[in-house]
């Protein structure tokens, strides 16, 4: 029966899972095969579209019989969008596969061998919860069907949006996202309407020319406050442009509280500039976690779901287990979110975190809730971990790396150090399963307990406890 996959084939298949990275998974005869928008329990008719060795991607052309677990998508652009993989799956079977995975990643890349997982803790919110986004300038744009099809005007090809699902290079006009306020929603659509008319080109990707490059829109979803980041090439005679875009939104969208003009002229598609200027307002947010205050800058880490971030805190404290002694480090501290929300449950904190940015409002942050047992240090951590050492071994640990997970140095360093407990936060089962493999060397696996944050995508956030084993 495998014979019959190959390139060009129509099959039809039972869908049994989702894989790891958000696809889902069928076999015949024990071979592989994956397939984009399908849902466990469905079966289908799929067009192998590429064939492997050790198995085959397909693309579903038709829903024979439909799963139990499937449910019709809200959003008008689910399918192509990259934003959303699993809308049409019913939220329940979501966190399902989404334990399933950090059981799988833990056991097989961590070698933990089986482990016990917590239920997910669910997100407060599911639509409309993230309070930051990212869009990207294209100068060809994903065209659809319909618009091909059309025999008149050309369409423009200038784009504001979010990545077709896959494509670096292909960015989709987005007019309505679930993902964030119905507001950032308007903006968006008519800061793309203003720049396109503005007879300045989007960004190439491929010749690396033109001006206008993203949008980052942040909102303090407990304050109602608005953060817009407009980031693009070196300006050069083109400030004025830029200053009639920026007067115009301060004028439509008074919600906006605060814009900042960032010129980037690397070639990496990353939405960070060179230099900034704050255009108007402060130059910054106030979101509220609980009864803290965070200042929260253009290029800072704060976690994108504010209600789940709560629910994510909590969970540390618990798992954490303090007792009001403890001296502790928070390593990639970002804000200080974490770092802060814990200061009134241990002796002391000292946060690590690379971008300066985010080290001054963390050091703000402190000025604004009046907490005097947290200090900042900013830098590379693989560099800084030995000035934090100066201050004594810690009790405690907390680490939230960025999805690659901990530089190796990092966790030497840890392991050099050896707190009595670790508390390990991340966003990526895959490089969490790493981590884990290295400290299992001497800390022992405890609770872990997943949270999600991001519904409808593949992602999750995890909180795993490591107790220092007796060496002897």
Same mark, same amino acid.
């Given at each position: 029966?495998?014979?019959?996959?190959?390139?060009?084939? /129509?099959? %039809?298949?039972?869908? !049994?899972?989702?894989?790891?990275? $958000?696809?889902? +998974?069928?076999?015949?005869?024990? =071979?592989?095969?994956?397939?984009?928008?399908?849902?466990?329990?469905?079966?289908?008719?799929?067009?192998?579209?590429?064939?492997?060795?050790?198995?085959?991607?397909?693309?579903?052309?038709?829903?024979?019989?439909?799963?139990?677990?499937?449910?019709?998508?809200?959003?008008?652009?689910?399918?192509?969008?990259?934003?959303?993989?699993?809308?049409?799956?019913?939220?329940?079977?979501?966190?399902?596969?989404?334990?399933?995975?950090?059981?799988?990643?833990?056991?097989?890349?961590?070698?933990?061998?089986?482990?016990?997982?917590?239920?997910?803790?669910?997100?407060?919110?599911?639509?409309?919860?993230?309070?930051?986004?990212?869009?990207?300038?294209?100068?060809?744009?994903?065209?659809?069907?319909? /618009?091909? %099809?059309?025999?008149? !005007?050309?369409?423009?090809?200038? $784009?504001?949006? +979010?990545?077709?699902?896959?494509? =670096?290079?292909?960015?989709?006009?987005?007019?309505?996202?679930?993902?964030?306020?119905?507001?950032?929603?308007?903006?968006?659509?008519?800061?793309?309407?203003?720049?396109?008319?503005?007879?300045?080109?989007?960004?190439?990707?491929?010749?690396?020319?033109?001006?206008?490059?993203?949008?980052?829109?942040?909102?303090?979803?407990?304050?109602?406050?608005?953060?817009?980041?407009?980031?693009?090439?070196?300006?050069?005679?083109?400030?004025?442009?830029?200053?009639?875009?920026?007067?115009?939104?301060?004028?439509?969208?008074?919600?906006?509280?605060?814009?900042?003009?960032?010129?980037?002229?690397?070639?990496?598609?990353?939405?960070?500039?060179?230099?900034?200027?704050?255009?108007?307002?402060?130059?910054?947010? %106030?979101?509220?976690?609980?009864?803290?205050?965070?200042?929260?800058?253009?290029?800072?880490?704060?976690?994108?779901?504010?209600?789940?971030?709560?629910?994510?805190?909590?969970?540390?404290?618990?798992?954490?287990?303090?007792?009001?002694?403890?001296?502790?480090?928070?390593?990639?501290?970002?804000?200080?979110?974490?770092?802060?929300?814990?200061?009134?449950?241990?002796?002391?904190?000292?946060?690590?975190?690379?971008?300066?940015?985010?080290?001054?409002?963390?050091?703000?942050?402190?000025?604004?809730?009046?907490?005097?047992?947290?200090?900042?240090?900013?830098?590379?951590?693989?560099?800084?971990?030995?000035?934090?050492?100066?201050?004594?071994?810690?009790?405690?640990?907390?680490?939230?790396?960025?999805?690659?997970?901990?530089?190796?140095?990092?966790?030497?360093?840890?392991?050099?150090?050896?707190?009595?407990?670790?508390?390990?936060?991340?966003?990526?089962?895959?490089?969490?399963?790493?981590?884990?493999?290295?400290?299992?060397?001497?800390?022992?696996?405890?609770?872990?307990?997943?949270?999600?944050?991001?519904?409808?995508?593949?992602?999750?956030?995890?909180?795993?406890?490591?107790?220092?084993?007796?060496?002897?």
């Amino acid at each position: 029966m495998v014979e019959k996959i190959a390139k060009g084939a /129509e099959i %039809e298949f039972e869908v !049994d899972k989702l894989a790891f990275g $958000g696809k889902a +998974l069928a076999k015949m005869d024990g =071979f592989v095969v994956f397939l984009n928008r399908a849902v466990p329990g469905q079966r289908v008719r799929a067009l192998i579209t590429r064939k492997k060795r050790n198995y085959a991607e397909a693309r579903v052309v038709e829903t024979i019989s439909q799963s139990p677990a499937y449910t019709p998508a809200v959003c008008p652009h689910f399918g192509l969008c990259g934003g959303c993989f699993w809308q049409d799956i019913a939220y329940e079977e979501q966190l399902f596969w989404k334990k399933a995975h950090i059981a799988e990643c833990l056991e097989h890349i961590g070698g933990t061998g089986p482990v016990e997982i917590e239920p997910v803790i669910a997100s407060p919110e599911l639509f409309h919860y993230r309070n930051k986004m990212e869009f990207t300038f294209s100068e060809k744009r994903w065209l659809l069907t319909e /618009e091909l %099809e059309r025999d008149f !005007d050309r369409p423009s090809l200038f $784009g504001l949006g +979010l990545h077709v699902r896959g494509l =670096f290079d292909k960015v989709l006009n987005i007019d309505t996202c679930f993902l964030q306020s119905p507001l950032a929603c308007s903006i968006l659509g008519e800061v793309r309407r203003w720049a396109a008319s503005s007879g300045l080109p989007a960004y190439s990707v491929r010749s690396h020319e033109g001006f206008w490059r993203f949008l980052v829109l942040r909102e303090a979803k407990s304050t109602g406050q608005l953060l817009a980041h407009l980031i693009t090439s070196g300006t050069r005679g083109k400030e004025g442009t830029v200053d009639l875009l920026i007067e115009h939104l301060r004028s439509t969208f008074p919600q906006i509280t605060t814009l900042i003009h960032s010129i980037s002229d690397k070639s990496s598609q990353v939405a960070v500039g060179d230099s900034s200027r704050v255009a108007f307002g402060p130059g910054y947010i %106030e979101e509220r976690l609980g009864e803290l205050r965070f200042r929260i800058s253009a290029h800072s880490f704060f976690q994108t779901n504010t209600l789940a971030a709560i629910e994510l805190y909590n969970t540390i404290l618990r798992l954490a287990g303090f007792d009001g002694s403890e001296r502790v480090w928070d390593l990639y501290c970002g804000t200080g979110s974490i770092g802060l929300y814990i200061a009134s449950r241990v002796k002391s904190v000292i946060g690590i975190e690379l971008v300066e940015e985010a080290v001054r409002d963390a050091r703000e942050n402190c000025h604004l809730n009046d907490i005097h047992n947290c200090t900042f240090f900013g830098g590379d951590l693989k560099d800084v971990i030995g000035k934090a050492s100066q201050s004594g071994r810690p009790d405690v640990v907390i680490v939230d790396p960025p999805r690659a997970g901990m530089h190796p140095k990092v966790v030497k360093s840890l392991l050099e150090t050896l707190p009595g407990r670790i508390i390990a936060v991340s966003c990526n089962p895959a490089s969490l399963a790493r981590d884990a493999a290295m400290l299992l060397e001497a800390y022992d696996m405890g609770q872990v307990q997943p949270i999600d944050l991001f519904p409808h995508t593949p992602h999750l956030e995890c909180v795993v406890r490591f107790d220092r084993k007796n060496l002897g």
